[in-house]
């Protein structure tokens, strides 16, 4: 038998004070109300109730398991109530990671506005670089860049990854503009170090793609490289996100166009199995509208 249904039926015996009440408010007999007594009597190796031809009565054990009971019902009540609830709005704390440059330049922006749209969700954003275990760490999605790997996850595409090169006008005015990926190797390339090594630059060229010298300057942060190139020390190949803005403003202006990279794939990513509420659905319907495939970022135009 459900042990929970029995201690509804044995509470239900109590506040009744006899079976017959007790079956009719379950539409069941008086002999199975019996049974489900008799259940928990032998479970708890403990009489619960004595009974007579005129009366019943809780023994001391019956007294105080009926108190437990009781308290252990509402519990229950609540959780179902708390979870009917946040199903019906979105509500609840939502745990979000994400890559550092594109979490901080457009994600964390972007979150303060969904958070405007649903003022009873919270989020806590997670910014690195590298693959985080959804299910084992208890995230709720992640904003991935390249093709999808996990075939337990669910990805929805949004706007593909795509790399800028820049520099300062006043680094080109001084040291002139290049324009073929093998004049890098008369300038400051900044470069992008994963641990202790470096990511060279791989163009476009008319040659294929080749490796060209690092810089002097080498940092495992995009920012730190942005602001060297602010700084007029050199080029710059970063995340169109983590660019756009200083591109729009005329402080870095965008070169080698036609030789850029490839633009990764970037997906919203969350777990296969786990039950949709309505605080990830929103999420992920303002996630999809604000950076989807036809979204735009104010990039300014190439040259």
Not at 106 to 112: D, G, Q, V
Request: some cysteine; hydrophobic content about 45%.
């Amino acid at each position: 038998m459900d042990k929970l249904r029995s201690m509804e039926i044995f509470v239900a015996v109590v506040d009744a004070g006899n079976f017959t009440a007790a079956a009719a408010r379950f539409n069941i007999s008086p002999v199975m109300v019996g049974k489900h007594i008799a259940q928990l009597e032998a479970t708890l190796g403990a009489r619960l109730l004595t009974r007579t031809t005129r009366r019943q009565s809780l023994t001391e054990i019956g007294s105080q398991y009926a108190d437990q009971c009781r308290a252990i019902l509402a519990h229950i009540a609540e959780a179902e109530r708390g979870a009917e609830a946040m199903r019906a709005v979105p509500r609840g704390r939502l745990r979000i990671t994400a890559s550092t440059s594109f979490g901080t330049e457009w994600l964390a922006p972007a979150i303060t506005d969904y958070l405007r749209q649903h003022p009873e969700v919270s989020v806590d954003l997670n910014l690195n670089d590298r693959m985080v275990d959804l299910v084992e760490e208890g995230y709720d999605a992640a904003i991935r860049i390249g093709a999808p790997e996990d075939s337990s996850m669910i990805a929805r595409p949004l706007r593909p990854y795509a790399m800028a090169i820049c520099a300062s006008p006043g680094y080109l005015k001084k040291h002139g503009t290049p324009q073929t990926p093998e004049d890098l190797a008369q300038h400051e390339c900044l470069d992008f170090v994963v641990g202790d090594v470096g990511v060279r630059w791989r163009l476009q060229s008319v040659h294929g793609k080749r490796p060209l010298q690092t810089s002097r300057f080498r940092a495992n942060n995009g920012q730190a490289l942005r602001m060297a190139a602010l700084n007029d020390f050199g080029i710059v190949m970063q995340a169109e996100v983590l660019l756009a803005q200083d591109i729009a403003a005329g402080r870095l202006l965008p070169i080698l166009s036609e030789h850029l990279p490839v633009p990764r794939p970037m997906n919203l990513v969350y777990p296969r199995d786990r039950r949709a509420t309505p605080k990830l659905t929103t999420f992920i319907d303002f996630m999809v509208e604000r950076f989807g495939p036809a979204a735009h970022l104010p990039l300014a135009s190439t040259a």
